[in-house]
């Protein structure tokens, strides 16, 4: 059945703490990151930038044991304080770059991405009142029901007036999204 997927159990449970420890052993940095809804497209292309290092991401409990979770059980020293911060969407990345070099890579970074519903706003979008030439006649009656105010002029859809999608700060809602996506409006995002 395609609809079920096959579980990683205690096996995959036992890999990924021998990889996190194979990793504190090869690499001389290790850095927690947040995932924060990120799509995979975009962890491959920054995996693909970073091939010299090594991303785990998995169970932040069997991850935590892997380093140690208290003073007593951590497998090097201070490492016990990492798995304390592994909470939420969150990864490890190891590596040998120097502090500096990753925290000022992963600080410029950013990626351009398709706003989705729940992101908010980092800018005022609004369409002006007139031909809306970007989209074909058919979806005319899709815009209506994402609440544009249209109508179909001689196969053109035109806005009857000017329309704000949304104010700088708002939360997207799935309609304001669609829109958004509709229209070829691209935020560039923090990654």
Same mark, same amino acid.
């Given at each position: 059945?395609?609809?079920?997927? $096959?579980?990683?159990?205690?096996? /995959?449970?036992?890999?990924?703490?021998?990889?996190?420890?194979? %990793?504190?052993? %090869?690499?001389?940095?290790?850095?927690?990151?947040?995932?924060?809804?990120?799509?995979?497209?975009?962890? $491959? &292309?920054?995996?693909?930038?970073?091939k010299h290092s090594?991303?785990?991401? /998995?169970? %932040? $409990?069997?991850?935590?044991?892997?380093?140690?979770?208290? !003073?007593?059980?951590?497998?090097? !020293?201070?490492?016990h304080k990492i798995g304390q911060v592994l909470v939420g969407e969150r990864g490890l990345l190891f590596t040998n770059q120097s502090v500096d070099e990753v925290t000022n890579w992963f600080q410029s970074y950013s990626a351009g991405d398709y706003a989705r519903s729940g992101n908010i706003a980092t800018e005022d979008v609004i369409l002006p009142? /007139? !031909?809306?030439?970007q989209f074909p006649h058919n979806l005319e009656s899709y815009l209506r029901q994402l609440g544009l105010p249209t109508t179909l002029k001689k196969g053109v859809i035109h806005l009857?007036?000017?329309?704000?999608?949304?104010?700088? /700060?708002?939360?997207? &809602? !799935?309609?304001?999204?669609?829109?958004?996506? &509709? &229209?070829?409006?691209?935020?560039?995002?923090?990654?």
């Open positions: 059945d395609l609809s079920k997927t $096959k579980k990683h159990g205690l096996e /995959g449970k036992k890999e990924l703490y021998k990889k996190i420890q194979s %990793n504190v052993e %090869n690499y001389a940095h290790v850095f927690v990151f947040a995932v924060n809804d990120m799509r995979n497209s975009k962890l $491959k &292309s920054v995996r693909e930038q970073w090594r991303f785990c991401i /998995g169970k %932040n $409990k069997v991850m935590a044991m892997a380093l140690g979770r208290t !003073p007593e059980e951590e497998y090097r !020293p201070n490492l009142e /007139g !031909p809306l030439e009857l007036k000017e329309h704000v999608v949304c104010s700088e /700060g708002d939360r997207l &809602s !799935p309609e304001t999204a669609r829109i958004l996506i &509709s &229209s070829s409006y691209s935020w560039l995002t923090d990654v």
